[in-house]
């Protein structure tokens, strides 16, 4: 079965600073999905990746995914408050079925 | 839009008890999950049901069971709560085919005594 390891765990950074979550697969990727989890809530959709080399990008966030599709990373430029919460990736043998995930990155933000 | 509503939003239960999560979504979506959340553990699949009528265990379905009677709603159920089922519960919908996200509701914390 496929395994998810995100690092670090937790992140703690200066407000304005710019950070990377990884995202590392046991088996080749054939999508992989960032969500981000506000404390206390659920799970919001980010960016989907599929292709290898592929990158995307919103607001402030980068995502890409290595052309092995073994890695992805998301990066966040200068980053803000409203950026803190748990960073989540998640992948499935095909399509948006039966995903895994991994652990989570909990980002915290100081000021 | 309300997307995917998921009730109660907290619950207090005894070991032994029994309830039912409620999980309704309004996207027209054929696929709908069951999701656990535990510190360190990141996200895993209960159920999920690829269409009405259907269901189907994920990885850790023991203890719990589903129904898909309508589209728009997805159960699950605890028979007879026992404290390791002590968790926040995520419920989820997508489209049927394609790399398509899954949709999430804001969860259930639920707790065991």
């Known amino acids: 079965s496929q395994e998810l390891e995100q690092s670090p765990q937790s992140l703690i950074v200066q407000e304005g600073k710019n950070l990377t979550i990884n995202c590392t697969s046991s088996?080749?990727?054939?999508?992989l999905y960032w969500y981000k989890q506000k404390y206390g809530e659920g799970l919001i959709f980010l960016m989907m990746l599929q292709k290898g080399g592929e990158e995307k990008s919103h607001e402030k966030i980068t995502a890409k995914l290595d052309e092995k599709k073994q890695q992805s990373s998301l990066h966040i430029t200068a980053s803000q408050p409203s950026h803190a919460g748990i960073y989540l990736c998640?992948?499935?043998?095909?399509?948006?079925?039966?995903?895994?995930f991994g652990q989570g990155t909990r980002l915290t933000i100081n000021p | 839009n309300a997307g995917v509503t998921q009730t109660p939003k907290f619950r207090v239960l005894k070991t032994g008890q029994s309830m039912t999560l409620l999980c309704a979504q309004d996207m027209n979506h054929e696929y709908m999950y069951w999701y656990r959340q535990d510190p360190g553990m990141g996200l895993r699949l209960i159920h999920y049901?690829?269409?009405?009528?259907?269901?189907a265990k994920g990885e850790v379905p023991d203890g719990y069971n589903v129904s898909r009677l309508k589209k728009q709603n997805f159960l699950l159920g605890l028979e007879s709560a026992a404290p390791s089922q002590t968790s926040v519960y995520f419920c989820?919908?997508?489209?049927?085919?394609?790399?398509?996200?899954?949709?999430f509701g804001d969860g259930t914390r639920l707790s065991i005594l």
């Open positions: 998640g992948a499935g043998p095909w399509g948006a079925q039966k995903l895994v």
């Open positions: 088996k080749t990727l054939y999508g």
């Open positions: 989820a919908s997508s489209y049927e085919a394609g790399l398509q996200p899954q949709h």
């Open positions: 049901s690829v269409g009405e009528g259907t269901t």
